[in-house]
Structure formats: C-alpha cells, structure tokens
C-alpha cells in the first residue's frame, strides 16, 4: 500500500479544519417533527372476515413477514408462528408466508437497509420506531384498503389506533398490546408473614410489605428495577400526578413538583428504606429479572408476558400479578404502567398489496390472536378479545389496560429514553439528587423538543 | 561517469517529440499490464468498499434525513449542531481518556510480555504465546458476554475471588468511575496479543551480533533492552501505537453489549454515539458528521505519532 505523504496529510487534515471551521459558522440544525392527530375511525357496520386474495393466474404468491422476537414461551417461531400461519395458509392455499425473526439488537439496522435497497418484507411488526419508518415514505396506509374490505375498526382499542395514526391517516393494524404490572414472589410474602394471595395495594403498603421481605435476609430484597429500564422506571412521576410532556409535545414538565415527589418516593426506596437491591447490583448480570428469577426478591415489575419466560426459567417460582401499587394520583395515572403497542405494517415497495392486506386482517381475527399472542403470552389490541381469563398473572395484563401508559410514538423517543434512562440511573446510583437529575432531564429533553418543533 | 556526463546521457535518451513519450509510455504499460491485471482485484474492492463508503460518509455529513427516506443538503449544520448536542462532550472525553489509558498500557505491558516470553530461561514459549494471543480470536460480542458474567457482582469469578479475599463486590460494570477502566481491562485482555506478536516478530528479527557486541561492550539485560533492542523495534512499535490508538478511537463492540454506554454514559464512546444516532435516532446525518470529526481527531494524532516515533534511528 502506497505510504501517505506528509503534504498529503497536512492537505487532509486542512480540510477537515476548514469543516469545522465552517461547521462553526452553520446556522442551527433542524430535527424532523412529530405529527400525530387524532385518527378518524370510520365507522363499519361489521368486523371484516380475511379477504380471499387468489391470484387470477393461480399462482402462488409468496409474502414475507418480519418480527421481532418475543422469547417468553421459548422458539416463537416454532411454537406460535409457524403453527398459526400454517393455518392461515391452508386456508389460503394462494398465499405462501415466510416469517423471519429479525433480533431487537439490530431491528432498526435490518429494515433501514431492507427499505433503502427496496426490498422491504411485505408484512413487518412495528413498535416505536415505526414513526422513522412512515416518515420517510415507507410504509403503506391503510385507509382505502380498510375502506375497501369493511374492515371495522371498532374492534381495536381506539388508543391503539391513534398510536398508529400520522397526518390523519392509519399506517399500522395495531395487533399487541403489552402492559406491565406489578409481580411477586409469593414464597418470600409468606416467609416474611404476610398473605401470599394479598398483593399492596396502596404505594404506603408497598413500602410496608417490602420492609417485611428486607428483613428477610442481608440478600433479600423487597424490590428491583433495573436502573436503565427506562420502562419500568418511567412511571413514578405519572402515579403521582405529574405527566412527562404537555399536549402537544411541545414542553417537558418532568421538573414539576409531583414529578419531584414521585421519584423521590422511588429514590427512598434505594436510599432511606433501603428496600430496593442496590443499582449497581441490578445494573450487571443478572440484573433484576435474574434476581427474581431466583427468588431474591419480592416484587418487581414488568410486562405481563414477562410472566411466562419466569414460569419456564423458574418453574418453582409461585408468582402474583396485580396491578401496579396505587400511587397519590386518581386512576387510571394513580396506578400508570408501561404500556406499548406493536402493530402490522405493509410496506409501500410491497408488490402483494392485497394478499400483505389479507394476511393482517386475519393476524387480528380472534381464531389467529388467540394462536399467536395466546401462544406468546401478550394482550391483544382488540377491545372485544381476551385470551387469559383463566391464567391469574397474564389476565392482569388484559384487565389492567385503562392503566398502560403509551410513550409518544415519535422519531425523538429512543432519544428521550436515553436521556430518561441516564438521570434515572443516576438517581437510583445516588450520583444525583433527584430534584437537580429531574431539572437537568427536563433541560434535555425540552432540547430535543425544540429542535423537534425547528424541523 | 561525471556529472556533465550523466546530463548528456540522459539529453541523448530523452524522447524529444510526443510521439516518442507516447511510445515509451504505452511500452511502460504493456511491459506492467501484468502487474496492473494483479493490482487490479485489490482496487476493485478498495474502491468499492473504502473509496466509496468514505466518499458518501462525507457527503453524508452534509445532509439531513432519516436512514431509508429522502436526505436534504444542509451544509455544515450537522457540524454546527456537535457541540450542542447533549452528550457530545461526554463521549469526546471518554474516549480521549480510554484512549490515553489503554494505548500506553497496551504498548508497555506488550513489550514487558515480549520480553518475558522471548527470554532464553523461559520454558513453553510457544505455549505462552498461544496463550497471549488466544483472545483476540474470540468474538468481541462473545467475548463480552463472558466478561459480564466474570464482572457480575455477587456470583462473578472476579467478585467471587475478591470477595475470598475480604475485598467485598466491586461494581466493575456500574460504578461510573470504574466502568471504562473495567472496559479498558477487556480491551486490554483481547487486543495485547496483537502488541505482544507483533513486538516477539521484530525482536526475533533483530541481529544477534548487535546485543551481543554491547554486552562484550559490557551493557547489562536492561541496558541491552533499553540501548540496543527497543530502538531497533522503533518502526514495529510505531505500527503498534499508531494501531493501536486507532482500533482504541473505534471502541464500540464490548460498550455496546455490557454497559450500553452506561452507566451515566460513563462508557459512552464516539463510535457508539454513531452507531446511535445512525441506527437508534435515524439521523444519520449528524452520525456522518461525527464520523468525519473521528476521523479529524485519528488522522492528525496518528501523523504526530508518526512523526515522533518514526525518525530515522542512526547508529554512530
């Protein structure tokens, strides 16, 4: 290889001065916007039975399916994917899917490329980073093809839909609808004398109880919460009234008093109480969902489905579900959880628009929800199906909907979680204080607003 | 032959029309069709996967849009808008800091292991040397994953041992100042094979007469090492360093699967700044951008280095 001479060097390095020199002189960037509007559910007369979609040639047409995988039942694919789909093949001999897990780990990465070269899947499950995706053209709506069918949109829970909804128009079926909720460790409650069936149901109770389990033993903890889960820990402020942002987006109010009063309420329960497992500890492997795995701790939460990956780690774990402790606000925000939806998007690029369009509106009819989702573990985004009445954990996860609290769906989310995530960790490390973390946090995140609103 | 000789020889030789230069020339490239024929694969996917992708990261960096969408030219906004940015500053130092830990560290405990391991009272040499290099054939993301487990406090090998010893658990992984030098360490595991090959090859390769000529001379081990065999590995150690600071500027595998940048962005390096706004934010633009300041921060410390350490060694 041919050696860089010094002029050579000293022109690149010029160069790249000179950028940032100029770079210097550059106006202010722009970000690009979040637009969300109320959807306009039109009104069907029924729900729509999966169109038939047979090819005039009798060809076979084949759709691809990504998703991205839920390992709580163990092999999604095997268990709940392949079996469910088989049944929607034969009874659409004219349709053949290829599903393909896609890792979490590189979701974003996979799609961008597939999208960028043109050659997207047809059908793709979408969760918060689909905003990015509609945004740059992507994806298909779905209006004139639900028009079209009489699909009836009613059935879906109407929050859903928005959350699917850009510009006025609806971009995703919505199909999961995951909610966390509060577990616990029903062996620790007895060990710690109380009732193993009764789980907290005030924020002063669930101090109380976690008190009982610390004195258990120098490694038992009453709680754990990952100090990165910026799901789980995003809460606290909500259940004490406060809310993360205004209306439209436009400012952060996470320096407000209830905000304060609600994170220094999961600050004491690191620091005064000393109930919950230390961050630094729940931080690194196995983190919090290990340590209740193993019945180190007596309560936690997550989302429900969580519940089954629990049940086939630790088949002798007896664990409860409940709704999350009710904090000092009024329901629903009184006992707010993280809630998400994940829904099923068509690709524009797509060349089997109708056959894509077939397949999601069975995916969501209750013979195909219950194969799937019931298989997996998750809630539906149906309003009119529940799958677990019988299973006591994961049936709370359906009933305790009202409570689930959906991040905004917008391009700047993965930002603010970052932010979020950080000055919770910090709080939960005792780095900072946490009116000074919330007041930085709010600074940020009122940043990314702005520049949100600039584009 | 003289030097008015040698003007009038190559005046004589000289093609005095265009003609014959194009003839000469078109010679010259007949004569070398052969080894342009073998140059050429390397160019092709020189071209295609360095000339190219650096090409478009430039003018990626002037350019605002998400990663699969239409993409506007903005100049050097995505410049201007670095500094502002929440934590550019963060993982500027951080990385600086890991750099200026980990590339002396590397390059001086490499040389110590080099030495040791070439050392004629050393049995197994072939073994130690295996076993020097055997971490820089694991995966990084595997290898990673094994350290979050050795790290994990409580139950860790690490912690375990620490604990025997009355140490207590020591959060390698979640204590904010002792994350990165924790990163540094794994770095340090996977990559010193690298530095202690590298430095073995060269001091094989220097001539016996040499050292031996300075301990006639009288010169202990330490004088030898430092007088004799040291700078004649100069070149090898400049390619060490100059490396070295390189693969420590694009740190990213190891942070990405056991802190994530955490905790407080304690571990939050440049490359993983990138690989965040390209893939996380979809702004792909600023991700560009910051690549090209990476590449003004690498291009000039790798010159100086050159420049310190690759003088011209003159034995008088």
Aim: proline share 6%.
């Amino acid at each position: 290889m041919r050696a860089i001479s010094r002029r050579e060097l000293l022109r690149f390095v010029g160069i790249g001065m000179g950028a940032a020199v100029l770079a210097g002189c550059a106006g202010a960037p722009t970000a690009a916007p979040a637009a969300t509007e109320a959807p306009k559910v039109e009104e069907k007369p029924t729900e729509a039975p999966a169109a038939t979609a047979a090819p005039p040639s009798g060809e076979v047409v084949t759709l691809t399916f990504w998703k991205g995988p839920h390992k709580a039942a163990g092999d999604e694919t095997k268990l709940c994917a392949g079996p469910t789909l088989e049944k929607f093949m034969a009874q659409y001999p004219s349709i053949k899917v290829e599903f393909q897990e896609v890792p979490w780990s590189g979701y974003n990465e996979k799609f961008s490329a597939a999208f960028a070269a043109g050659q997207p899947p047809d059908v793709s499950y979408q969760t918060e980073s689909f905003p990015t995706f509609v945004k740059a053209g992507n994806i298909l709506p779905l209006d004139e093809l639900i028009a079209e069918s009489g699909f009836d949109l009613k059935v879906m829970l109407e929050r859903a839909i928005e959350i699917v909804t850009y510009d006025g128009k609806i971009y995703a079926m919505p199909w999961i609808e995951g909610g966390s909720i509060l577990m616990w460790n029903k062996e620790l409650f007895e060990k710690a004398g109380l009732d193993p069936e009764t789980p907290p149901d005030t924020m002063e109770q669930f101090v109380d109880y976690a008190l009982k389990i610390r004195a258990l033993g120098d490694d038992i903890y009453g709680y754990a919460v990952g100090p990165r889960d910026w799901h789980e820990n995003g809460y606290w402020g909500i259940r004490w009234g406060g809310q993360w942002f205004n209306k439209d987006y436009t400012q952060c109010l996470a320096d407000s008093k209830e905000f304060i009063e609600g994170y220094q309420f999961m600050a004491d329960l690191f620091f005064k109480h000393q109930v919950a497992m230390p961050a630094a500890i729940t931080g690194q492997e196995p983190g919090a969902y290990g340590y209740f795995r193993d019945g180190k701790v007596g309560m936690t939460t997550y989302q429900s489905i969580v519940a089954n990956s629990l049940r086939r780690d630790n088949p002798n774990l007896k664990l409860g579900g409940a709704f999350v402790p009710k904090g000092p606000a009024d329901e629903p925000a009184g006992r707010a959880a993280y809630g998400g939806v994940g829904a099923l998007a068509i690709a524009k690029a797509s060349k089997h628009v109708k056959e894509a369009w077939t397949l999601v509106q069975w995916l969501v009819t209750p013979d195909a929800l219950k194969s799937w989702l019931g298989c997996l573990g998750f809630a539906t985004a149906r309003s009119d199906v529940f799958l677990f009445q019988d299973d006591p954990v994961l049936s709370v996860g359906e009933t305790g909907r009202k409570f689930h609290f959906f991040w905004p769906y917008t391009e700047w989310v993965f930002k603010f979680w970052d932010i979020e995530a950080t000055y919770i960790e910090a709080i939960q490390l005792g780095q900072m204080k946490v009116d000074e973390a919330l007041k930085e946090l709010t600074a940020k995140v009122n940043d990314i607003l702005k520049e949100a609103q600039q584009a | 032959m003289d030097a008015t000789a040698r003007v009038e020889v190559a005046e004589a030789v000289r093609p005095s029309s265009r003609v014959a230069r194009r003839r000469v020339s078109r010679t010259a490239v007949r004569r070398n069709v052969v080894a342009y024929l073998f140059l050429l694969p390397f160019f092709v996917l020189f071209v295609t996967f360095t000339a190219i992708p650096f090409v478009s990261a430039l003018w990626l960096s002037l350019q605002k849009g998400l990663l699969a969408g239409p993409k506007t030219f903005v100049g050097f906004r995505n410049f201007a808008y670095l500094p502002h940015d929440t934590i550019t500053r963060t993982v500027l130092l951080n990385t600086v800091k890991y750099v200026a830990t980990i590339v002396p560290i590397a390059v001086f405990s490499a040389l110590g292991l080099a030495f040791l391991i070439t050392n004629r009272y050393v049995r197994g040499r072939d073994f130690f040397r295996a076993v020097v290099y055997f971490p820089i054939l694991a995966a990084p993301a595997a290898a990673a994953q094994i350290w979050s487990y050795i790290l994990a406090p409580r139950f860790g090998l690490l912690s375990y041992a620490l604990s025997a010893l009355g140490l207590g658990d020591i959060y390698f992984l979640s204590n904010p100042r002792l994350a990165l030098l924790s990163i540094a360490l794994i770095e340090w595991w996977r990559g010193i094979g690298f530095h202690v090959i590298l430095f073995i090859a060269s001091m094989i390769g220097i001539p016996q007469e040499l050292k031996e000529a300075a301990r006639i001379d009288g010169a202990n081990a330490w004088q030898v090492a430092t007088k004799v065999t040291i700078p004649l590995m100069r070149p090898v150690i400049l390619f060490s360093v100059v490396m070295g600071t390189i693969w420590a500027f694009q740190l990213f595998d190891t942070v990405f699967v056991l802190t994530n940048g955490g905790p407080m962005n304690s571990t939050a390096t440049i490359v993983w700044y990138i690989y965040n706004y390209a893939f996380r934010y979809s702004q792909l633009g600023l991700a560009a951008a910051m690549g090209v300041v990476l590449l003004c921060i690498i291009a000039p410390i790798s010159y100086v280095q050159m420049r310190v350490l690759g003088r011209e060694i003159e034995y008088a």
